[in-house]
Each structure stands twice: as C-alpha cells, then as structure tokens.
C-alpha cells in the first residue's frame, strides 16, 4: 500500500530551536560585546546563528555561552513583538543595534520583496530582527535539552567573496532525554563513520595527486570489491543476466542520442578533443567524453545484434565505471564520488514482459538486501507530474506511456503487498522508477539504488525486435543498480558493520598467530592450506607478544585468528577465536577447513 510521503513538523520544537538561537546571540552579545549578528535559523537537530566576533573564540569557550544562555532562560523574559516602518527599522537596526549585516538584509527585503514594514523581537533587552514564530517566554524552553557542539567558519550568506563568519551549532530537543540520546547516536556514528574506519582498517585513500572524488582502493578495499562482484556474478547469472564490458570514453553523438548533451553536460567531465581524429578522417576535430552512465553502452551492445522476441527478456549486465563531475562541495568520502564503478544493469523486454520482470527485480534486490541483513529500508515510488508547468522539460512528453508505465509498476508493487511511499513528480525523464532509501546508523536517509523503468530511451537509440507477427518493435528497458555503486555500497556496509565485517566480505578473513616461533613452520602449513581454499589468510611472523598479534587482529577486526602451539601441533588442531566472542575454540584443523569453506561459501553471518 503506497503512503503519500510527508514530513512530520514539531512546531513546538520548530518554536524552541528558534528561540534558542535568539538566546544564544543574547547570550554571545553579552560575553563579548561588539558581536555582530548574521543569520540564525533553527535546523534539524537544534539551531545555529553566525557572528562576527570581536576575538577568536574556541570550543572550550562553549560551556561558557551555554551558562549564560540557561541564565536568560531561568530568567523568564517574555518574547515581544513589534513591525516598525522601513525607515524607523533601518534607523533602529543601524542605532540602536548597530548590526551591518541586518541591515543589508532588511534593505533586501524591501527592495526585492517588496517588505515596507520590519518585524522585530525582543526578550530582555536583546532586540533581533526576524519574523518568528517563538515561545512565548524563555522559561518555556527546556534547559536541560540543549547543547552548543560546534563551532565552524560560514560566509555571509554562503557567499565566499563574503565576510567570514563564525557559526556556532546546537543541538536542541523537547527533553534531555531525546538529546542524550541523540548525541549517543552521533558519537556511535563518528566512530562507525566510514571516513575514519576506511583510513583506520586501509579501505581506501583520496589523494591530491590523483584528484578530488577519485578514490583509490587499497588491497583490503579491493578485496571487498571483488567478493561484490562475485556475490553479483551469482545472482545475475542465476538470474540469466548477460555480461557485458564497454569501454570508459566515447564519442560526443552517443551522448546527444542518449540525451545527456545538452541535458546532463554540467554533470559531465569535460570532453577531450581528439584533433588526429578529426584530421584523419578530413572532418572536423572529434570530441570523447568519459562516460557518465552505462545506459547509451549497454543500448549499442543490444543494437550490435538482431534479435527476436524469443530473446527477451535480454539482461546485460556490468560493473561499469561511470565518471561525474559532481560539485567539489558535494563531494564525500565514499559516498559522493567522481569517479565510480555501478552494479549496473538494463534489462530489454516486450510490453507483456514488463511487469512480471520489475517483480523479479525487486525480489533480487531484496535478496541481496536480506543477505546484507540490512532491514531498514523502504521503497520509494516516483511518478511524473503531469500538472507540472515545466514539465516539458522535466519529462519526455508521452501521457500515454507515462500512464502505461505507472500502471504497471504501480501493479508490481501492489501484486507483490510490498509497502511503498509515493513520491509524485520525482521520476526519471523517461520513466518511474522505485528508490531504496536507507536509514544509516544517523537516521539519515539515502537513496542507496533504484529500479527504473524507461519507455523513452530506447526509441531514440531505434531499438527493435522482431515480433511474433514478423514486425520490429521497441523493446522497453528496466534500469537497474541493487548494490548501487562500489563506492557508496562499500561506504554504506563499513558504517553497517562497523567495520567488523563477516567473514565472506572481510579483506582478511583469517590470521594465523603461532605461539612461538617454533611453530611458524605449522601456521605455514595452515596457511598454504588455506589459501589452496582461495581464503583470504595472513601469518603473522612478527616478534610482538602473543597478546599483542591478538589484539593488533582485534583491532584489525579480523573475523577469525588461529592461535596454535605445540598442543596444536601435535594433535592437528587449531584454537580459534572470533572477532568479539570472548571464548575460543579448539578445533580439528581438517574440521576447521572445512567449517570455514561452508561459512564462506554459504556467505553466513556467524
Ligand atoms: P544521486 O541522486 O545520489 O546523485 P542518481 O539518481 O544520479 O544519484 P543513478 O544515476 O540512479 O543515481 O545511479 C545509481 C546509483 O549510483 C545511486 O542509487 C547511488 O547508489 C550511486 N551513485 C550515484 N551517484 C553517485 C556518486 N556521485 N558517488 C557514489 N555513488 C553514486
Ligand atoms: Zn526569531
Ligand atoms: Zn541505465
């Protein structure tokens, strides 16, 4: 059953967060007098307001305006308000309140929007100039439920040729115990955030050489890759998925045909112009673009062959590297990169074809999902808007289609009770499509992949089959990317997992920690054993203490260490210690091998 998706407003909340920021402009005017005032809006998790302040102020200082700000709440000052004319306004903001930055914005509103009057609001004898809605008094905000977290720099009005300013953030919540709870939520996901742990357990390296959004995978990053990629290689080819490879670079056409140029060029690197190109062949100079989408591709493999309704459902599928130029302020860790490799796939079928294979889509994506153990997601259908006045530029212009195409899928969800939220006006140009939002460790919603249905496509590229009746027709295509891109899937499992990966996907799946050397020619024998198996395996040779080699594997998050000695030895077996289960295990080597191969091979959570 779909659920119209709409956002729950805590005005209360919304009122208090607001008001919080008056109080600590108050609270920051009054410890370092002279603070000029930017703006200071209530946000999701609490509020923030931005200064330019008379001298450098650190964190340390926080606890300070903290003190002062719950004064002015125990101090019960009832929040007034008053519109004075635009004149009296500027002349109070720039007198009596000496604020530069207010009264830019207010000549700003009355030259662009037309405001003759400015609203104002007092408490105690701090005057701001804003539109509200506030608490009635201070004393109705909860003292105990907020805290001042950050301090950061911010130009006026997000503009860089701006002055800077310095925000300072808070948190703010309707009782102490939603922001203790918050704030545990934040410290749990600092220490999951995969930008740390991927530098701590060496996943992956940004480096300034290489360039911003390009990501190199060091050895352990590139492990977990390539067991995705098998994981995919599985499925899909159970599924009767076709691999596919194309290259990385391609002529300018192939992306006017797709419609990226002139529609997604901004979202495109640059091209490179081939002048022997265009010499060679006595035109003009050629232009190639690095790829930012499989899609055009996988349509020029269907167009390199004919083919007949027996054919379809026809599944190309690649783990295509696409590059974006996403904005440099967009850019992070893992999850906003430029240079990407997708769990992609486009799926060419007949219109009765149609539904029945969406179903089968979401069903692979679940499986995946349920293997992951990952349950807190939920479906996302986006529909176009045929109400929407630019929807010409929005959408391909086809009602007929548009409402054929949402029937089905709309169908397809229905038939399988999945529960779904409607998204109107959030489809793709040439179809609907379902998202799967996730819910990271932060509560933060994101799009991790989606399943796209594309009507529009494949007739620009003359897409055809023959039919049963011997006439070519258009075949439809489904979009699809389950495990979305390498870099944001890999980001989201380390903070999923906290970096204690199991043991299928982890880069090192076992170390070997002989007790001594005298028996490094034992744990030798283990390892070689072991890699025959196509496990991921490390002896430790080094000199440190055997508590040591344990705790380097624990911190490490090795799933599995093998100690073994002269008892271990003598007797073939091995003691094995799981990362985070206190007891360990003595076990014959022979059943260990074999325990280990079944755990892996069945990807088990143990
Ligand atoms: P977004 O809205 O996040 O930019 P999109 O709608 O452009 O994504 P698609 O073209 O549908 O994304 O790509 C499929 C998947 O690729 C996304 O669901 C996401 O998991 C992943 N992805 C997209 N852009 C990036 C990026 N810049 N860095 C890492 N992964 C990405
Ligand atoms: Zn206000
Ligand atoms: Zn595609």
């Keep these: 059953m779909p659920v119209i998706e709409e956002k729950p407003q805590d005005e209360k909340l919304f009122r208090i967060r607001h008001s919080l920021a008056h109080v600590m402009a108050q609270a920051v005017q009054t410890l370092y007098p002279g603070t000029k005032l930017g703006f200071g809006p209530a946000i999701d998790d609490g509020f923030y307001y931005d200064f330019i302040l008379p001298k450098t102020v650190s964190d340390t200082e926080l606890p300070a305006i903290e003190a002062k700000m719950r004064d002015i709440i125990a101090a019960a000052q009832t929040f007034s308000h008053e519109d004075l004319p635009l004149d009296a306004a500027l002349a109070r903001i720039e007198g009596q309140m000496g604020e530069p930055f207010k009264a830019e914005y207010a000549r700003e509103l009355a030259n ?4 003759r009057e400015i609203s104002f609001y007092a408490n105690g004898g701090f005057v701001d100039m804003c539109e509200g809605p506030h608490v009635s008094n201070t004393s109705d905000i909860p003292a105990d439920a907020f805290k001042l977290h950050a301090l950061a720099g911010a130009y006026w009005r997000g503009d860089e040729r701006n002055a800077m300013m310095t925000r300072i953030y808070g948190y703010a919540f309707n009782t102490k115990a939603e922001l203790d709870e918050y704030v545990a939520a934040v ?11 991927g530098q701590e357990l060496r996943i992956y390296a940004i480096r300034d050489e290489i360039g911003k959004g390009l990501p190199l995978w060091l050895p352990n990053g590139a492990a977990i890759r390539h067991e995705l990629e098998k994981l995919a290689h599985e499925m899909e080819f159970r599924a009767g998925y076709k691999k596919v490879a194309t290259p990385h670079i391609t002529r300018r056409g192939l992306f006017e045909t797709s419609g990226h140029i002139p529609l997604y060029e901004d979202g495109m690197y640059p091209p490179m112009v081939l002048e022997e190109e265009g010499r060679g062949a006595g035109g003009p100079e050629e232009s190639y673009y690095l790829k930012p989408m499989n899609c055009p591709h996988h349509h020029m493999v269907f167009a390199s062959e004919k083919h007949s309704y027996r054919d379809l459902p026809l599944r190309y599928t690649e783990y295509g590297s696409v590059y974006r130029f996403e904005r440099a302020g967009a850019l992070q860790g893992l999850t906003r990169v430029r240079g990407m490799t997708m769990n992609d796939a486009h799926i060419y079928v007949t219109p009765e074809q149609l ?14 999902y349920s293997l992951f153990g990952l349950t807190n997601y939920f479906m996302r259908l986006s529909l176009w808007d045929p109400a929407d006045p630019k929807r010409g530029a929005k959408y391909v212009d086809d009602p007929e289609n548009w409402a054929l195409s949402e029937r089905l899928v709309t169908e397809a969800l229905e038939e399988m009770g999945a529960n779904y939220k409607l998204s109107p006006g959030e489809a793709a140009f040439y179809g609907p499509k379902v998202d799967f939002q996730f819910i990271t460790v932060t509560g933060r919603e994101f799009t991790l992949s989606t399943n796209q249905l594309d009507f529009a496509v494949p007739p620009r590229f003359g897409l055809s089959y023959t039919d049963k009746d011997g006439k070519e027709k258009t075949p439809y295509c489904i979009h699809r990317a389950p495990m979305g891109t390498h870099e944001r899937f890999i980001a989201f499992l380390i903070e999923h997992f906290g970096g204690a990966f199991p043991t299928w996907l982890a880069p090192v799946q076992v170390v070997i920690i002989p007790v001594s050397d005298k028996f490094l020619a034992y744990g030798k024998k283990i390892e070689a054993l072991l890699r025959e198996d196509l496990v991921r395996v490390e002896l430790d040779t080094s000199s440190a203490t055997m508590g040591k080699k344990i705790q380097e594997g624990a911190t490490r998050k090795v799933p599995i260490l093998l100690v073994v000695g002269g008892k271990e030895e003598t007797e073939q077996t091995v003691t094995v210690r799981r990362y985070g289960i206190k007891e360990q295990k003595a076990m014959p080597l022979a059943g260990f091998v ?3 191969s079944q755990e892996i091979k069945e990807r088990r959570h143990v």
């Design 187 to 197: 410290e749990q996901a600092k220490q999951r955030d995969h930008r740390k742990l």
């Design 112 to 115: 662009k929007k037309g405001h």
């Design 594 to 596: 074999e325990m280990l």
């Design 355 to 368: 539904k029945e294979e969406f179903q089968a889509v979401m069903k692979l994506h679940e499986r995946y």
